[in-house]
């Protein structure tokens, strides 16, 4: 599984940013798939999830409301459009995959390289 990330950038607070993710290998329309973020040393931090055989979305709270997670399983990519963006949201943003069945709710196995948004006022 190859995770490619795009779409990062400097903008300035309140605007929008689209990222995408291009998935290649073994991904198909069951795995699990989300976005998380990190910003420095600090510990990554899980932004946004969309479930493969369910469809289940979910969000983090500091997000929720200004961040759509979607997807296209025709074209396998996962996609993050971010809004009214603030300065904490600033970070790097990794793509994230898994097969289906894992039960633990951040356990992902598979990563992207990531890509930068910064964010200034």
């Known amino acids: 599984v190859r995770l490619i990330e795009s779409g990062g950038g400097s903008v300035q607070a309140g605007a929008s940013l689209r990222l995408s993710c291009a998935a290649s290998g073994d991904v198909d329309s069951t795995y699990d798939l989300a976005w998380f973020r990190q910003v420095g040393g600090k510990d990554r931090e899980y932004v946004s999830a969309?479930?493969?055989?369910?469809?289940?979305?979910g969000y983090a709270p500091s997000v929720r409301g200004r961040f759509t997670i979607s997807r296209d399983n025709a074209k396998n990519m996962l996609y993050l459009q971010m809004n009214s963006l603030k300065s904490e949201d600033a970070a790097v943003y990794y793509c994230?995959?898994?097969?289906?069945?894992?039960?633990?709710?951040?356990?992902?196995?598979?990563w992207g390289q990531g890509t930068q948004v910064t964010v200034y006022s």
């Open positions: 994230a995959a898994r097969g289906p069945g894992v039960a633990r709710a951040y356990d992902y196995h598979y």
């Open positions: 969309i479930r493969g055989i369910e469809g289940y979305i």
